[in-house]
């Protein structure tokens, strides 16, 4: 197939085209540390792991839907830092090793939604890449179809 100097253009600005899409993909991806804190990941933690936490689940009497922090509660809180921003408290009695087991799961939860995050961005990446590229290529051609009806045989 021979391309002519219309659609050797096409490719040309197309292609520098999703180059920019791509690097500015790659830069906006969003990693796990970028995810921030919601309710539901302590929701999907473990029964044995939310024991341990000092946060408690709000009952169905309750109005609020999120989770409070009741430091009346639990006066010697310890906490532990995560990388997106979050802390979790626990109870004033949990050992160490068994803090970071807490927080290597709520963190395997983060990574979970990261890695759909990601998945939808690049999705979403990929129809803002292609779709541009085919109506450009269908705008020339509609305009080389009408040029053609002009001409004269």
């Known amino acids: 197939m021979k391309l ?4 050797r253009l096409w490719v040309f600005v197309s292609a ?7 690097v500015y993909v790659g830069f906006t991806l969003p990693g ?8 539901r990941f302590y929701a999907q933690l473990r029964t044995e792991v939310k024991e341990k936490i000092g946060w408690i689940e709000p009952t169905q009497k309750s109005n609020s839907e ?6 009346d509660l639990f006066p010697k809180q310890q906490s532990v ?22 927080a290597k799961d709520y ?25 541009p590229v ?9 305009v080389g179809w009408v040029q053609r009806g002009f001409k004269k045989k």
């Open 32 to 39: 796990p540390a970028d995810i921030p804190h919601s309710e």
């Open 107 to 131: 963190w395997r939860i983060v990574e979970k939604e990261a890695r759909q995050r990601r998945l939808h961005y690049v999705l979403i990446a990929l129809l803002f890449g292609g779709g």
């Open 81 to 102: 830092g995560l990388p997106n921003g979050h802390t979790i408290y626990f109870k004033g009695t949990v050992p160490e090793n068994e803090m970071q087991e807490v």
């Open 134 to 142: 085919i109506a450009l290529y269908a705008l020339g051609w509609s």
């Open 66 to 71: 999120k989770w409070v922090r009741p430091s």
């Open 4 to 7: 002519n100097g219309w659609q």
């Open 16 to 22: 520098l085209y999703l180059c920019v899409v791509s």
